[in-house]
C-alpha cells in the first residue's frame, strides 16, 4: 500500500455523557466483544495499510490498554507498525491538541520520516467497512487535492450532525457546511480523507503559521475553491457513534443478521484483542431470545433484544429487553432492563428497576468499578 495511516483518537465528546467521561469515545465497546477503533485499525491492515499512527488524548488509559500490542490487527512487523501518540511537551510546544490539525502539526516529524506518498486519515469512532485501496485509486483518477469519503444518509437520519456536502455532476465538492443549523444536501463527510503526504505536511504547516488548528474547518472548507477536492460514495454500512443515541443504535444494528454477517462472516474480517476468557454459560431456567453475549458471561435470567459484553452476570428471574449492558456488570436477583445502557464495572443491587422511557437511559451506579 502506497499510504500511512492517520487514526483521530483524541477528541472529548461531551453529547456522551457519561459513558466517555474515564474513556475515549475510540474506546467504546461495540457489538458484545469489539471497540470501536477496531473498525478503522481493521480497514487499515486488510488494505494493507503498513504504518498507522493513532492520535490519542482525552481519556486514553483504557484505549491505550487495547492499543498496548500491535499483534491483533497484523502491525507487529518490522516494516512499518502501530504507533500510538500522545501530546508531547517540548522546548517549543507547550500545548494539548487544540484541534485535528494541530494533532497533526504536533506529530509532523512522523510524516516527514515516512516514504509513503500518501496519507488516510480517519476518525476512530465510526463502524464501517471499507477498501481504501479504492479510495486512493479514485483520488488517484481524479487528480485530485483531497479526497473525502462521504455517505448519502437515509430517510429520518440528521445530517445536521455532520458536516454536509454537494458535489457537481464529476462528483467535485462545491459545497462543504460542518454542522449547518438547516442542511441543504443530505450527503455527508464521514470524517475519511485521502491527500498526498507532501501536501498535507504543507496545509498543516500553513494552518499552524495562521494559528489555525482544524482540519475540516481551516483546511477543507477554507480551501474548498482553491484545491480539487472530490467525493468518494461509501455504499456500504456506516454509523458515527458520536452521541447516546447513535450508540445504542448502532449495537442494536448488529442484532440484525444482515448486518451481523456483514461485518463477521464476510471477508475482510474485523479484527480485536483477544481476552483468555471462557465462553458464555446459559444456567438452567436462562431465557436468551436474538442476543450478542459476551465471553465470560454468566446467565441466569432472561434477555431478549439485547448485547451484553464481557464477563457480565445476570441473577436469578432478572429481566432485561432492548438494553445494552457493558462490560464486567453485575446484576443482582430480580432485576429489570428495559431501554438502558449499563456502564460497566457497575453492581446492580437486587429487586432493582430501570426503564428508559422515550429516550435511551444511562444507568451508572454510584458503586461502580473503576472503567475500562
Known amino acids: 500500500m502506497r ?66 500490542s500491535a499483534k491483533w490487527w497484523d502491525f507487529g512487523r518490522k516494516q512499518g507498525g502501530l504507533y500510538i501518540f500522545t501530546p508531547t511537551i517540548t522546548a517549543e510546544n507547550g500545548y494539548w491538541y487544540r484541534g485535528t490539525a494541530d494533532a497533526i502539526y504536533q506529530n509532523l516529524d512522523f510524516l516527514k520520516r515516512c516514504h509513503e506518498p500518501y496519507v488516510i486519515i480517519t476518525s476512530g469512532d465510526a463502524v464501517y467497512k471499507l477498501d481504501y485501496n479504492k479510495v486512493l485509486e479514485y483520488h488517484i483518477a481524479k487528480k485530485a487535492d483531497i479526497t473525502v469519503v462521504v455517505k448519502e444518509l437515509e430517510d429520518g437520519d440528521d445530517p445536521t450532525r455532520f458536516g454536509t456536502v454537494r458535489m457537481n455532476e464529476s462528483a467535485r465538492i462545491q459545497e462543504f457546511e460542518e454542522k449547518p443549523m438547516v442542511a441543504s444536501s ?34 477543507l472548507i477554507r480551501y474548498k475553491n482553491l484545491k480539487k477536492i472530490y467525493g468518494y460514495k461509501l455504499s456500504g454500512y456506516w454509523n458515527n457513534i458520536s452521541r447516546i443515541d447513535t450508540y445504542y ?14 461485518f463477521f462472516r464476510e471477508l475482510p474480517a474485523v479484527y480485536s484483542k483477544v481476552g483468555d476468557l471462557p465462553p458464555a454459560k446459559y444456567n438452567p431456567g436462562a431465557a436468551v431470545k436474538n442476543c450478542l453475549i459476551g465471553s465470560g458471561s454468566i446467565i441466569n435470567g432472561t434477555v431478549e433484544d439485547s448485547v451484553l459484553f464481557k464477563k457480565v452476570f445476570v441473577g436469578n428471574n432478572c429481566v432485561i429487553k432492548n438494553s445494552i449492558i457493558l462490560n464486567d456488570v453485575y446484576l443482582g436477583d430480580h432485576t429489570y432492563i428495559e431501554n438502558c445502557i449499563v456502564e460497566s464495572r457497575g453492581t446492580i443491587r437486587a429487586n432493582t428497576r430501570h426503564v428508559g422511557e422515550g429516550e435511551i437511559k444511562v444507568v451508572v451506579e454510584k458503586n461502580e468499578r473503576y472503567l475500562i
Do not use: W
Request: net charge neutral; proline share 2%; hydrophobic share 40%.
Open 3 to 68: 499510504a500511512v495511516g492517520i487514526i483521530l483518537a483524541g477528541g472529548n465528546n461531551r453529547r456522551m455523557q457519561a459513558l466517555t467521561s474515564k474513556r475515549a469515545v475510540a474506546a467504546m465497546p461495540i457489538a458484545s466483544s469489539y471497540r470501536a477503533i477496531d473498525f478503522a485499525l481493521s480497514n487499515m491492515t486488510n488494505s494493507h495499510v503498513q504504518r498507522v499512527a493513532v492520535l490519542t488524548q482525552y481519556n486514553a488509559r483504557s484505549l491505550d490498554e487495547h492499543l498496548n
Open 186 to 219: 443530505r450527503t455527508i463527510s464521514t470524517g475519511i480523507y485521502v491527500l498526498r503526504r507532501r501536501q498535507l505536511i504543507d496545509l498543516v504547516e500553513h494552518c499552524a503559521e495562521e494559528e489555525h488548528y482544524d482540519f475540516v474547518t481551516d483546511i
Open 249 to 262: 443504535q448502532t449495537n442494536m444494528d448488529f442484532l440484525r443478521p444482515e448486518v451481523r454477517n456483514y
